[in-house]
């Protein structure tokens, strides 16, 4: 079951797709949990024929699972179907436009128009691909399949199989439950986490073991492979083809770690300047081009890359400050004083290393604020570099939380927030005293924190009883517990303005219906005036909204997150 927020939001991305009888059955599992075909079609009034045919329609986009119970004796027919709404697939429909352009950007026009097409049906073939495209031409259809086996090996579409349509949910709880009843003491909280991480790699490995979705090129008439090159490597690439047969859909995730490079790049470029962010984002670059395994949201570092290999990464016209005058990336050497030698170039990129991983603070609070570690590398080299993405992601997602308190509720209560945000104890005077702050401000910034779900009180008796006269009541912090409440909100403030996109739009149909706006409609300069103003509106609305769905990203799909198995549900 979801929340309020959470149900509305879905329900009207559901509806925007999918319509009105798609979307009441949306409410229905959102609001009500799982639940099978005949309670479905009771609650929602609709006739089994029509169910049927939506919940079909949702589980090819993605949108449902289905859960299948087992006989109670374990043997004869299997039990009753049951069906659920996957939350993060829904969200994820509003990043549609942007994994488009990312593909467009990334592999071409090509690559956009297959993503674009799959995106529009759920799951497709690769024949189908090419039939709803419409590519007739011989040479068009020989670049859509090489673009299409390009998009397959790098991860951004993904073979999709029986297995990735059932909810994950059942089978994680249940191997985790076994996995307790293995251990032989209570287990620790910190037992607890690496045990629910290995379950959850394990469930992953079964969920993306299932195929690759390519297939060995057939073999000549004679009977005999084609013929390799010279100096070609055994396992090229270029003997395995796309399996007609498999079905595909777009892997999310891989979309969604463009858009983890992209917030922190910007973010290296927001603390220091825009050298810094031009650095980060040619690490990453780096760290992805390594071919051991593609990039996930769920890694805790990158891949580690040496300085020499960052070098020969970084854009021609960035590694002087002459040859900036002519380039659109910012000079490395701009504004430092090196030696005029042919390693100026290296040497400064080794003092923005050192910059960035807060080599002048190896305390626990500096490293904290570090966003790439550096380590000794093997055979006497210079070592290598790699970007710490849960650090990273730890100092966004506080940082998310406490704008969002002291934008609504003012300074104080962000001060209050970060005193209790490492998990102290407090009481009201303590925490006045650390904070610097009358008891009066304190007390009513705890409250406010207290019913926005941002604080707890832990009760401490003094006596056997538990009486509350005699005990003591201390305020504490869990940073899930923020992140969870501050998505909650996030949900609801994209709802409103969804509702207020679908009012903006429902007022316009009106304007024009109206017997003096057809007759006023024949003037165009007056008619651009209005489709201006209304285009501003809406690109304001949807920036809003970008915004509000970037924060998101932030609390849910780093690493660590709210989400359960980051990458693993959407994947």
């Not at 100096?231 to 079905?247: A, L, M, N, Y």
């Given at each position: 079951m979801a929340d309020n927020p959470t149900t509305r939001l879905c329900v009207q991305i559901v509806r925007t797709f999918f319509g009105e009888a798609c979307s009441e059955i949306g409410r229905v599992l959102l609001s009500r949990g799982r639940l099978p075909l005949p309670l479905i079609v009771r609650l929602t009034g609709f006739k089994p024929r029509t169910v049927r045919a939506c919940l079909i329609v949702l589980i090819q986009h993605n949108v449902v699972w289905f859960a299948e119970g087992n006989a109670e004796d374990g043997d004869g027919p299997r039990g009753e179907t049951f069906y659920e709404v996957n939350v993060e697939e829904v969200c994820m429909r509003l990043r549609f436009g942007?994994?488009?352009?990312?593909?467009?950007?990334?592999f071409g026009e090509e690559a956009s128009n297959?993503?674009?097409?799959?995106?529009?049906?759920?799951?497709?073939?690769?024949?189908a691909v090419i039939d709803l495209l419409k590519v007739t031409d011989s040479k068009k259809k020989v670049s859509h399949r090489s673009t299409f086996h390009t998009l397959v090996t790098s991860h951004y579409l993904?073979?999709?199989?029986?297995?990735?349509?059932?909810?994950?949910?059942?089978?994680?709880?249940?191997?985790?439950?076994?996995?307790?009843?293995?251990l032989k003491e209570i287990p620790s909280a910190k037992i607890l986490k690496s045990l629910r991480e290995e379950v959850e790699d394990r469930l992953r490995r079964e969920r993306e073991g299932q195929t690759t979705g390519l297939k060995r090129k057939a073999t000549t008439t004679s009977g005999r492979p084609k013929k390799r090159a010279r100096?070609?490597?055994?396992?090229?690439?270029?003997?395995?083809?796309?399996?007609?047969?498999?079905?595909?859909?777009?892997?999310?995730e891989r979309f969604n770690v463009h858009l983890r490079d992209s917030l922190v790049a910007h973010g290296a470029a927001e603390r220091y300047n825009a050298s810094f962010g031009l650095v980060i984002r040619t690490?990453?670059?780096?760290?992805?081009?390594?071919?051991?395994?593609?990039?996930?949201?769920?890694?805790?570092?990158?891949s580690p890359v040496s300085t020499h290999t960052l070098s020969t990464y970084l854009p021609s016209g960035s590694s002087s400050s002459n040859s900036h005058k002519n380039s659109h990336s910012p000079a490395l050497t701009a504004g430092l004083k090196l030696p005029s030698s042919s390693t100026a170039p290296t040497s400064a990129l080794k003092q923005y290393l050192l910059v960035l991983s807060s080599s002048d603070n190896p305390t626990a609070a500096g490293q904290a604020g570090a966003f790439v570690?550096?380590?000794?590398?093997?055979?006497?080299?210079?070592?290598?570099?790699?970007?710490?993405?849960?650090?990273?992601?730890?100092?966004?997602?506080?940082?998310?939380?406490?704008?969002?308190?002291?934008?609504?509720?003012?300074?104080?209560?962000?001060?209050?927030?970060?005193?209790?945000?490492?998990?102290?104890?407090?009481?009201?005077?303590?925490?006045?005293?650390?904070?610097?702050?009358?008891?009066?401000?304190?007390?009513?910034?705890?409250?406010?924190?207290?019913?926005?779900?941002?604080?707890?009180l832990q009760q401490v008796p003094k006596?056997?009883?538990?009486e509350p006269a005699r005990s003591f009541f201390l305020w504490f912090c869990s940073p899930q517990t923020c992140y969870t409440a501050l998505l909650s909100t996030l949900y609801g403030t994209i709802a409103n303005l969804l509702e207020r996109l679908e009012r903006e739009e429902d007022v316009a149909t009106r304007e024009e219906a109206r017997p003096w706006n057809v007759a006023r409609a024949g003037r165009s300069a007056e008619r651009d005036g209005i489709k201006s103003e209304r285009e501003r509106?809406?690109?304001?609305?949807?920036?809003?909204?970008?915004?509000?769905?970037?924060?998101?990203?932030?609390?849910?799909?780093?690493?660590?997150?709210?989400?359960?198995?980051?990458?693993?549900a959407v994947a």
């Open positions: 942007r994994f488009v352009e990312i593909a467009g950007g990334v297959i993503i674009n097409c799959i995106l529009e049906h759920g799951k497709l073939r690769l024949p993904t073979p999709t199989s029986r297995l990735l349509h059932t909810s994950p949910k059942d089978k994680l709880i249940a191997w985790e439950e076994a996995e307790k009843r293995k100096g070609r490597d055994k396992d090229d690439e270029d003997d395995e083809v796309v399996d007609e047969d498999v079905w595909f859909r777009v892997n999310y690490l990453l670059e780096a760290a992805s081009s390594v071919p051991t395994a593609y990039p996930r949201l769920s890694d805790v570092r990158s570690s550096r380590f000794a590398g093997g055979g006497g080299g210079e070592g290598k570099v790699q970007v710490e993405f849960e650090t990273i992601a730890e100092r966004m997602r506080r940082r998310v939380v406490e704008g969002y308190v002291r934008e609504r509720w003012g300074d104080g209560a962000g001060r209050v927030l970060g005193v209790l945000w490492s998990g102290t104890l407090m009481d009201e005077r303590q925490i006045a005293k650390v904070a610097l702050m009358q008891a009066a401000v304190v007390r009513s910034a705890l409250t406010s924190l207290q019913s926005a779900g941002f604080l707890s006596t056997p009883q538990r509106k809406r690109d304001r609305v949807w920036g809003a909204v970008g915004r509000a769905d970037g924060g998101v990203l932030i609390l849910r799909d780093l690493v660590s997150g709210v989400g359960w198995g980051t990458g693993l």
